[in-house]
């Protein structure tokens, strides 16, 4: 469903110059055809050996499904640095799409001195 919502977002994204990307940790190929079934243009990335998850300790281990990948949002700035972070591990904790415009408004005040945007 999150991921209906970032398609959704997409375009209102590539006129503000702003990127997406989603890390999985599918297989490449299920990510492929996932994307393709959703209409996605922004590219999904495959961390199917679960490198990044343990890395950023997104995990979470269980006796009944082993180490689990937790879903996280990140806003990051123009220089890659986190601006905000979503742990989407409950639905309830992933960020709406008026989140993240707010984070985006937010990031470009930052960046942008001649921005004038709402202040919210």
Same mark, same amino acid.
Not at 9 to 25: M, R
Not at 80 to 87: E, P, W
């Given at each position: 469903?999150?991921?209906?919502?970032?398609?959704?977002?997409?375009?209102?994204?590539?006129?503000?110059?702003?990127?997406?990307?989603?890390?999985?940790?599918?297989?490449?190929?299920?990510?492929?055809?996932? @994307?393709?079934? /959703?209409?996605?243009?922004?590219?999904?990335l495959?961390?199917?050996? $679960? &490198? !990044?998850?343990?890395?950023?300790?997104?995990?979470?281990?269980?006796?009944?499904?082993?180490v689990?990948?937790?879903?996280?949002?990140?806003?990051?700035?123009?220089?890659?640095?986190?601006?905000?972070?979503?742990?989407?591990?409950?639905?309830?904790? @992933?960020?709406? /799409?008026?989140?993240?415009?707010?984070?985006?408004?937010?990031?470009? $005040? &930052? !960046?942008?001195?001649?921005?004038?945007?709402?202040?919210?």
């Amino acid at each position: 469903m999150q991921l209906r919502h970032y398609v959704e977002f997409q375009e209102e994204l590539a006129i503000n110059y702003c990127k997406l990307a989603v890390v999985s940790v599918d297989a490449p190929e299920v990510n492929d055809a996932f @994307r393709t079934g /959703l209409g996605a243009e922004f590219p999904f990335l495959s961390d199917h050996d $679960r &490198k !990044v998850v343990k890395l950023l300790d997104m995990t979470e281990t269980s006796k009944s499904k082993g180490v689990t990948a937790m879903p996280h949002t990140f806003s990051l700035l123009p220089d890659l640095t986190i601006h905000n972070v979503y742990n989407g591990y409950w639905y309830l904790g @992933r960020p709406t /799409l008026d989140e993240l415009r707010a984070d985006l408004r937010a990031m470009l $005040r &930052k !960046v942008r001195p001649d921005f004038n945007g709402p202040v919210g």
